[in-house]
Nanobody, 127 residues
Framework: QARLVESGGGLVQAGASLRLSCAAS????????MGWFRQAPGKEREFVAV??????????ADSVRGRFAISRDNAMTVNTVHLAMNSLKPEDTAVYYC??????????????????WGQGTQVTVSS
């Protein structure tokens, strides 16, 4: 059974940086694209970033492009995806979720195309 566990969230001031991590187990990690989504209070879950199964392709939401960077480590003993977040803004405040989906021929950006999700980690950016 797939298990994704996020970490690294917290409370920071605007302009600061955070690095989120997501550790995966129970899934053939290197076979799936890995994505980050976020959900702010009263809003729908939205796409943030995704990285392809082998790390060769990345996509970002317009709102985070140039500030956030997604990366992954497919070493069998690690199986982790990271989201480096720089120049954080109050509007980045949300619960951040990692997700696994797609495959070698498809790097999805829609939440419905991801089959496994973590429990989320809170990121709060104060002004």
């Amino acid at each position: 059974q797939a298990r994704l566990v996020e970490s690294g969230g917290g409370l920071v001031q605007a302009g600061a940086s955070l690095r989120l991590s997501c550790a995966a187990s129970g899934v053939t990690f290197s076979s799936y694209a890995m994505g980050w989504f976020r959900q702010a209070p009263g809003k729908e879950r939205e796409f943030v970033a995704v990285i392809s199964w082998n790390g060769s392709v990345t996509y970002y939401a317009d709102s985070v492009r140039g500030r956030f960077a997604i990366s992954r480590d497919n070493a069998m003993t690690v199986n982790t995806v990271h989201l480096a977040m720089n120049s954080l803004k109050p509007e980045d405040t949300a619960v951040y979720y990692c997700a696994a989906g797609g495959g070698p021929s498809y790097t999805p950006r829609s939440a419905g195309d991801f089959g496994a999700w973590g429990q989320g980690t809170q990121v709060t950016v104060s002004s």
